[in-house]
């Protein structure tokens, strides 16, 4: 299992491998929203995050159907909405609950070095993108085993598993490496808010525009 400490990024990257692989070969776990145990919290948000990219990934290739059909296309679209929002929101939910156990801990130490540099990607965003990457390697994986694939597109999908599996061993690395510098105090990070205007119907003039016009007069 994995808990916040000892943080591991290649063991967090496994986890979303065998979730991905699961949740494709069990339809009954597919539509399972349980996401795990209530000790282990930063667990569950990052299985629930990577959930909200699986369900994004899926919802986004209805969409792309030749036979979709204008209602179908308006019915994905809200629902890619939603997920979109759900994968930022718990995204930012790993970073919370990680930023408040590295302030513990440093607090017991004296708190970080004054000259801590701020790092520019939260790994909560760096979690994210282990979670795409999870996604791809698993549906490129599926493209090298496919029946009856035309000629030349295992090798070219063999090519692009092993650019993919590149960039996350470089990924689990980068991200093992910023959190041991942030436990140690040399480094730091901040909880950047996404701030999506698009779901909100008092930012969004599609929405608060539309509700003013269908008031009667």
């Known amino acids: 299992m994995i808990s916040a400490f000892p943080f591991s990024a290649r063991a ?4 979303h491998d065998r979730s991905t692989a699961q949740w494709h070969q069990s339809p009954e776990q597919a539509e399972s929203r349980d ?3 209530a000790e282990l919290p930063f667990l569950n948000s990052v299985l629930a995050q990577h959930r909200a990219n699986f369900d994004l990934w899926h919802t986004e290739d209805r969409a792309r159907a030749p036979r979709a059909t204008p209602e179908e296309i308006v019915e994905v679209k809200r629902a890619i909405d939603f997920y979109n929002q759900r994968r930022n ?3 930012e939910q790993c970073d919370v609950l990680l930023l408040e156990q ?3 801990a440093l607090r017991l130490k004296g708190g970080p070095s004054p000259s801590a540099q ?3 990607e939260s790994p909560g965003l760096m979690i994210d993108r ?3 990457l999870a996604l791809k390697i698993y549906h490129t994986q599926e493209e090298i085993d496919r029946p009856a694939a035309p000629t030349g597109h295992r090798e070219r999908n063999r ?3 092993a650019l993919l599996t590149e960039q996350r061993e470089d990924l689990v690395q980068c991200l093992d490496h910023l959190w041991q510098e942030i436990l140690a105090g040399r480094r730091r990070f901040k909880i950047y808010r996404q701030l999506k205007m698009y779901n909100d119907p008092t930012l969004n003039p599609a929405i608060y525009g539309s509700e003013r016009s269908s008031e009667p007069r």
């Open 12 to 15: 967090i990257a496994a986890f």
């Open 35 to 37: 996401t795990g145990s």
């Open 89 to 91: 929101d718990l995204a």
């Open 102 to 104: 590295v302030t513990e």
């Open 118 to 120: 701020l790092h520019s």
């Open 130 to 132: 282990l979670s795409i």
């Open 159 to 161: 090519e692009r598993l």
